[in-house]
Nanobody, 127 residues
């Protein structure tokens, strides 16, 4: 089993920055964190969960168009942690942000590809 714990959310003014972290623990089938893809999704009130960013096991990165140029996803395999640096935040970025792990390692954009999810961390951007 794998557990994911997000941190770093909070309240920030528009134009500000936040860095989210997601720490993974546990393992499956003898594989390690470096074998997996990690991603961030978000869900705003009344909306469906949407893809934000992903990083594959070979560190290829993918972003939603709405965050390209503002958000950066990175990973530290030694710490079993993935990060989301969020700059130039906008009120429309307000949502609960979820970390997810994909055993296949590809870094897919669809939530159905992910095997484990964190509990989420709230990000609120005021105007």
């Amino acid at each position: 089993q794998v557990q994911l714990v997000e941190s770093g959310g909070g309240l920030v003014q528009a134009g500000g920055s936040l860095r989210l972290s997601c720490a993974a623990s546990g393992r499956t089938s003898g594989r390690t964190f470096s074998n997996y893809a990690m991603s961030w999704f978000r869900q705003a009130p009344g909306k469906e969960r949407e893809f934000v960013a992903a990083i594959s096991f070979i560190r290829r990165t993918y972003y939603a168009d709405s965050v390209k140029g503002r958000f950066t996803i990175t990973r530290d395999n030694a710490k079993n942690t993935v990060y989301l640096q969020m700059n130039s935040l906008k009120p429309e970025d307000t949502a609960v942000y979820y970390c997810a792990l994909e055993l296949a390692g590809r870094g897919s954009a669809g939530p159905q590809a992910y095997d484990y999810w964190g509990q989420g961390t709230q990000v609120t951007v005021s105007s």
